[in-house]
């Protein structure tokens, strides 16, 4: 059976927002205390998959955007608005709600 190819979503967000998909953390599992998924945070920290085409002024210029597809970023706790695509939960969010993007 071949098996089916994962693409990846098909939205390029208008002017200055970007899409991004949250990163999940990594479990840790500290004595016997076990979280449920239900009463755990929504991780604040994402990779941009794609970006708009930048801000337009008032003048009619457009300004290019800081952010990359590609970029690990931090962003607001409650920025942005989820979308669901292909199945995969997403946030589309203006650039400034991005907080900064991580270096490593």
Avoid: C, W
Avoid at 62 to 67: H, P, R, Y
């Amino acid at each position: 059976m071949a098996q089916a190819k994962r693409t990846i979503p098909t939205l390029q967000p208008l002017h200055d927002r970007v899409l991004v998909k949250r990163v999940e953390e990594e479990q840790a599992r500290r004595g016997a205390i076990i979280i449920p998924d239900s009463a755990k945070e929504k991780p604040q920290e994402g990779k941009v998959i794609a970006v708009g085409k930048g801000r337009v002024s008032e003048a009619g210029k457009k300004t290019a955007l800081d952010v990359k597809a590609g970029d690990r970023v931090l962003f607001g706790k409650y920025s942005g608005s989820e979308v669901k695509l292909d199945g995969e939960e997403y946030l589309i969010m203006k650039e400034e709600d991005v907080l900064g993007i991580l270096v490593s």
